[in-house]
């Protein structure tokens, strides 16, 4: 499985941004996926994760109410909504795919998740 992550850029603290990571392998689709982020100097941490069928979504606390992890199978892609952009959201976003079938689970930690895409970069002015 190989993930290609778009949709990041510049915007002012306010606005919204959809990032798109796109899989290839039809088993992407029995995947739990979730995003990561990595600000300067900083740790990758956790943003969100969403079960293999959708059904179920996990965000970290910073992001609840303005960010939405969702997916479309049909189309091999999982997406993150980005509303009321803040500064400290300002980072390279990752997503990520567990290897792990039919998986019920929304794990949190990158150790957990075996697929990781190139990043893009979300830069939010104030």
């Known amino acids: 499985v190989q993930l290609q992550a778009s949709g990041g850029g510049l915007v002012q603290a306010g606005g919204s941004l959809r990032l798109s990571c796109a899989a290839s392998g039809r088993a992407f689709a029995s995947y739990a996926a979730g995003w990561f982020r990595q600000a300067p100097g900083k740790e990758r941490e956790f943003v969100a994760a969403?079960?293999?069928?959708?059904?179920?979504?996990y965000y970290t606390d910073s992001v609840k109410g303005r960010f939405t992890i969702s997916r479309n199978n049909a189309k091999n892609t999982v997406y993150l909504q980005l509303n009321v952009l803040k500064p400290e959201d300002t980072a390279v976003y990752y997503c990520?795919?567990?290897?792990?079938?039919?998986?019920?689970?929304?794990?949190?930690?990158?150790?957990?998740?075996?697929?990781w895409g190139q990043g893009t970069q979300v830069t939010v002015s104030s």
């Open positions: 990520a795919a567990q290897g792990l079938r039919y998986s019920i689970t929304l794990p949190q930690s990158q150790a957990s998740y075996d697929y």
């Open positions: 969403i079960t293999w069928s959708g059904s179920s979504t």
